[in-house]
């Protein structure tokens, strides 16, 4: 995390970084994420999206995420979206 030299103080660059922190490290998708690299799904999908045109295709990868934690939690899939909007450990 990056932090800011403030008047003699140190704050962090993000308030929403420090949120995060409020996550355990032992946490399981902390581990996860420690350990998973979830970027393979952009190869394993570019030859689906145009590479010249419309924005890049950041989508898929978050998509995966959501039916990983779908999958893992056991979630319908309206649970899985509201859970990811509030839940801290998820994002």
């Not at 103080?9 to 998708?29: G, I, K, M």
């Not at 420690?34 to 689906?48: A, G, K, P, Q, T």
């Not at 649970?79 to 450990?89: H, K, P």
């Amino acid at each position: 995390m990056s932090l800011l030299l403030h008047a003699g103080r140190q704050l962090t660059a993000s308030f929403h970084a420090e949120l995060y922190n409020l996550v355990s490290e032992d946490h399981l998708l902390r581990k996860i994420y420690r350990i998973v690299d979830f970027s393979f799904i952009h190869e394993l999908v570019e030859n689906s999206y145009c590479k010249y045109y419309g924005r890049p295709a950041n989508e898929p990868e978050l998509l995966f995420r959501l039916l990983f934690l779908r999958i893992l939690y056991n979630l319908s899939d309206e649970r899985v979206i509201q859970e990811a909007q509030v839940n801290l450990a998820y994002k």
